[in-house]
């Protein structure tokens, strides 16, 4: 039975030998191939980083043009309705002054007819 065990452990240990042997990371290519990748990867990461910074900066650009037209749209409404104040203002001066002028009217009517009366 040790007999087996041995020779079991033995055939292991030559699989093991073999396989360390035929490893690719041996293989002068492989090396070459690997660091191909590599730089792949890293000018990959570097054009994923330059792209996500591009979008960050669009982002950012677009809500600073948004925040703008916000701030421009509340001053033109402040605006329309400082217009609409006034506006109000000055039809309330005129419909007073109107008012007067209607009632100077009347009276000098009245006076006119008061005077002919005598």
Do not use: C, G, V, W
């Given at each position: 039975m040790a007999d087996r065990l041995s020779s079991a452990a033995k055939a292991k240990q030559e699989l093991l030998e073999r396989a360390r042997a035929?490893?690719?990371?041996?293989?002068p290519e492989f090396?070459?191939?690997?660091?191909?990748?590599?730089?792949?990867d890293?000018?990959?990461?570097?054009r994923?980083?330059?792209k996500r910074a591009a979008k960050e900066a669009e982002a950012a650009r677009l809500a600073e043009e948004k925040a703008r037209e916000e701030a421009a749209r509340i001053e033109a409404?402040?605006?329309d309705a400082e217009a609409q104040r006034l506006a109000k203002i000055a039809a309330?001066?005129?419909?007073a002054q109107l008012e007067i002028d209607q009632k100077a009217k009347r009276d000098a009517k009245y006076a006119a007819r008061k005077a002919r009366q005598r």
């Amino acid at each position: 039975m040790a007999d087996r065990l041995s020779s079991a452990a033995k055939a292991k240990q030559e699989l093991l030998e073999r396989a360390r042997a035929k490893s690719p990371s041996n293989d002068p290519e492989f090396l070459a191939r690997k660091a191909a990748r590599d730089e792949a990867d890293r000018a990959r990461d570097a054009r994923q980083a330059e792209k996500r910074a591009a979008k960050e900066a669009e982002a950012a650009r677009l809500a600073e043009e948004k925040a703008r037209e916000e701030a421009a749209r509340i001053e033109a409404e402040k605006a329309d309705a400082e217009a609409q104040r006034l506006a109000k203002i000055a039809a309330a001066e005129h419909a007073a002054q109107l008012e007067i002028d209607q009632k100077a009217k009347r009276d000098a009517k009245y006076a006119a007819r008061k005077a002919r009366q005598r």
